[in-house]
C-alpha cells in the first residue's frame, strides 16, 4: 500500500504494480493506479483558492493535527504487508505517525518511510522501496537510469550560457522552491533564484523579488496547467507581475505542477528535462515536453482552452450510440437521465453524502462510505465534475434492458463519463458505476 504519490509511481517504475492494494488520495499516476482503492482523504478542500488553502494547512498544523485522514478500517480489510510512507512533510501526504496508528491492527505490517529533501534522497528512497519489495537490482538498474538521464541534460545544457531560473512553489503567498529542485534547476544548467538545496521553500513577499529571473517556472503543488491559469486569474498576479523582468521578456512558463517538481518520484528527471527546454530556446522539445507538460505564458489560454479532437478515421462524437444498445429513453423514460442530473446537481454543490446515497445499495458498498467516496470525487478524472464545472451536457446514450441503462455526460475539455444506472428492487433507479472514455 502506497500513501504517497511519489512512491506509488516508483513502485510502478519498479515494475511492480501489481503488488500494490490501495493508494492515497493524491496517487494519480501512472493512471492505472487509479482504480485501486483509496486510503487517506484531505481535512482541507483541495478546491478552494490558493489562499484559502494555505491558511487551512496552516492552522491544522499549528494545532499539532494531520492534514489528512487515513481510513483505518479499509486499511485493516485491504491487509498490507508492506506501506509506503513519508516523513519529511505534514502538507504533501500523511505523516509516519498516522500511519503507526492505523497499523495497529496490522502485525507484521512493514512500514517503509521516505524522507527525501536532496536528490540524492530521491535515489536513495527508488532503492530503499526497491530493497523492501524484495526487487533491490532493480533498484539499481532504475536509479542508475535516472542518474544516465540527468548527466545527459547537463551535457546538452553544457553550450550555453547559464540561466537564472527561479520556480514557485505556490502563489498566494508566493513562494520559491525547496528539496531537490534548485539540484535539478543547476543540472539544467541554471542558477537557482530563491531555491537551496535541501531547504524549506521562502516566501517572497514582494514582485520584486523575481526580477532576478531570467526564466520564472509557475508549477504549483498540486496544480495542473488548468489550475495554475485559474488562479492566476482570480489573484490577478498577471496584472501585478507585468514589470517583472522574466514576464516581459516573454520567459514566464507554466508547468504541471501536479506530476512534476513536487513529486520526489522517477519523474525529477523529466522535471529536469522541461527546465533544460524552458530555459534554452535551442533545446525547446527537444525532450517532447513542451506543449505537453509546460507552456509559455502566452500559450496558456490556447492550451487550455484546446478542445481535444478524435483519431483520425474515428466517427464524430455522438454519431453512434454503445454496441450494446437496444432501447431508447422512449423505452425505459426520462428516470435514469433524471438520476444523473440529479447527482450532477449534488456534486455541483459538493453534497457527496446526497450524491452517494444515489448510488446503488452494490456501489455503495464498493465505495465503503461517504468520506471515501466524497475522496475519489474530489481528485483525479472525476474532479471536474464537483463544483463550478463546465457546462454540460446530459443524455441516455443506451438502455440494454428495462432496468439497466448508460446515461452519456459530456463535460467541456474532459472525457465522457458514462454513469451506468440500475433500477432496484424498490423501483428507485440508482448508478452503478461510472465509466470513463477519451
Not at 272 to 281: Q, T
Not at 362 to 385: H, K, Q, Y
Request: some cysteine.
Amino acid at each position: 500500500m502506497s500513501l504517497l504519490s511519489a512512491s506509488t509511481e516508483i513502485v510502478c517504475r519498479l515494475g511492480l504494480g501489481h503488488l500494490l492494494v490501495g493508494r492515497s488520495h493524491g496517487c494519480d499516476q501512472p493512471p492505472a493506479v487509479r482504480s485501486l482503492p483509496v486510503v487517506t482523504a484531505p481535512k482541507v478542500d483541495p478546491t478552494a483558492p490558493s489562499e484559502e488553502i494555505d491558511a487551512a494547512v496552516r492552522f491544522v498544523v499549528s494545532g499539532g493535527g494531520p492534514v489528512y485522514a487515513i481510513h483505518d478500517a479499509i486499511v485493516a480489510e485491504l491487509a498490507p504487508t508492506v506501506i509506503l510512507t513519508q516523513r519529511a512533510c505534514k502538507i504533501c501526504a500523511v505523516t509516519e505517525a498516522d500511519v503507526t496508528a492505523a497499523c495497529k491492527m496490522l502485525p507484521g505490517c512493514k512500514v517503509v518511510t521516505v524522507e527525501p529533501t536532496t536528490l540524492d534522497d530521491v535515489f536513495g528512497d527508488v532503492q530503499a522501496i526497491a530493497d523492501a519489495l524484495g526487487a533491490p537490482e532493480r533498484g539499481e538498474r532504475l536509479v542508475a537510469s535516472m542518474r544516465d538521464r540527468l548527466d545527459a541534460v547537463s551535457r546538452a545544457v553544457a553550450p550555453f550560457a547559464r540561466q537564472k531560473a527561479c520556480h514557485l512553489e505556490w502563489l498566494s503567498p508566493v513562494m520559491g522552491s525547496g528539496y531537490w529542485i534548485a539540484e535539478l534547476l543547476e543540472a539544467a544548467g541554471c542558477e537557482p533564484i530563491h531555491a537551496k538545496r535541501g531547504e524549506h521553500c521562502p516566501t517572497l513577499h514582494e514582485a520584486a523579488a523575481l526580477d532576478a529571473a531570467d526564466v520564472l517556472i509557475l508549477a504549483p503543488c498540486g496544480f495542473s496547467i488548468a489550475r495554475t491559469r485559474h488562479e492566476l486569474s482570480e489573484l490577478g498576479l498577471l496584472a501585478k507581475w507585468r514589470d517583472v523582468a522574466a514576464v516581459r521578456a516573454g520567459r514566464c512558463v507554466v508547468a504541471d505542477g501536479n506530476r512534476f517538481f513536487n513529486r520526489s518520484s522517477c519523474e525529477i528527471v523529466d522535471t529536469c528535462e522541461m527546465v533544460a527546454e524552458m530555459a534554452f530556446p535551442e533545446l525547446r522539445g527537444l525532450w517532447g515536453h513542451h506543449g505537453q507538460h509546460w507552456v509559455a505564458l502566452d500559450e496558456l489560454d490556447a492550451f487550455c482552452d484546446m478542445a481535444p479532437r478524435a483519431p483520425a478515421g474515428m466517427p464524430p462524437a455522438g454519431a453512434t450510440p454503445d454496441a450494446t444498445a437496444s432501447l431508447t429513453e422512449a423505452d425505459v423514460g426520462a428516470a435514469p437521465r433524471k438520476l444523473v442530473e440529479a447527482q450532477l446537481g449534488h456534486l455541483r454543490a459538493r453534497d457527496f453524502a446526497l450524491t452517494f446515497e444515489l448510488c446503488s445499495s452494490a456501489n455503495r458498498g464498493r465505495l465503503a462510505s461517504a468520506d471515501n467516496f466524497a475522496t475519489i470525487c474530489s481528485s483525479g478524472t472525476f474532479a471536474v465534475l464537483v463544483g463550478d464545472a463546465s457546462e454540460s451536457a446530459v443524455r441516455l446514450v443506451a438502455a440494454k434492458s428495462a432496468s439497466a441503462a448508460t446515461v452519456r455526460v459530456d463535460v467541456c475539455g474532459t472525457p465522457r463519463f458514462h454513469f451506468d444506472v440500475v433500477l432496484e428492487a424498490n423501483g428507485d433507479w440508482r448508478t452503478d458505476g461510472v465509466r470513463v472514455t477519451c
